[in-house]
């Protein structure tokens, strides 16, 4: 495919993130592999020209394009889109901001189709009237009226849109999910909901040793979904398990060569596919339908976890810190830690209520 070149890129990098505790947002890990940079960049893949607009102190590596920094400092991203449109090759830049990481490239595209010279900005706009002027399109023919809101100190872009003529782009119609990827991440908390993600639904793993309990505390879980209305789905890995005991018919088409087979109730359905290099997360699109799921064990996996302790197993913690999200526990010296975050393991309603506020449902 040919890359774009009528319209070039820009990811404004450039705030302080003081709601981040000064955390640079750009350098935020989205996954295992990337930040929320190098997220948004593959996102950005088909452009021929890239812009990363910083701020005087920033200083770091970015994976592809080129840098431009602020000449005046602290004025807000008009400064950072004043100056992409000044440093552009095209006559157009299609804005974006590091801290909306979750844009993707078929978003990207559903925009560009709205490009047009006709206008000086192009703006989204979402299915209550709310305007985001740092995701669009800007042409340079904003760039005098850009100009002089910045000489007269007036740095609103609420202000200086009355002054161009905007085009919006209404989401009411689409399908998109566009409460994820219009979400900003501007607050410790906000990355921790981003972090319960993955797809367009929350995942949570319930971790802890051999025999601590996952699949019983799963269970009371689930219970309370029930009884709650909600529809939660259930991952477990388990290497043992016995494809021959599933019923007899579907697993005899897959021996005798069939890549796939399925079976089907007026309730239920059973589909039994050959794997083919599949990886973990391939099989979580299977739960797009779902309100949340949770996933038994899984420590190593980059997910958010709830871990279990009991005393007769051990009190040492088995999975990463770093996307712990509470511990669930009978040790008292835990329970006591005020620097830990932790729920009695009988509490089990608080327990589901917690992951009811954590994955935003409640």
Known sequence: MDKITNIDALILAGGKSSRMNFTDKALLKYDSNRNFLEKITDELFDFENIMVSINKDQNFIIPRGVIITDKISDIGPVEGIYQGLMHCQSDSIFVTTCDMPNITKEFIDYILNFH???????????????????????????????????LDKNYRIAEIFRELNVKYIDLNYTTFDINRILQNINTLKDFKSLLTFAGNKPFICISGTKGVGKTTLIRELLMYSKEANYKVGVVKYNSEFNFNCLDENINKYNVAGAHGALIFSKNNYILLKEKTNNNFFDYLNQFKEYDFILLEDFKHEPFPKIEIIRKKTGVNPVSNPKNLLFYVTDVEDILKDSSLNSININDTFLIFNKILEITGLK
């Open 116 to 150: 047009s010279n006709d206008f000086d900005a192009i703006i989204v706009r979402d299915s209550k009237g709310k305007m985001y002027p740092l995701l669009g399109i800007y042409n340079k023919s904003s760039l005098n009226t850009i100009e002089r809101f910045i």
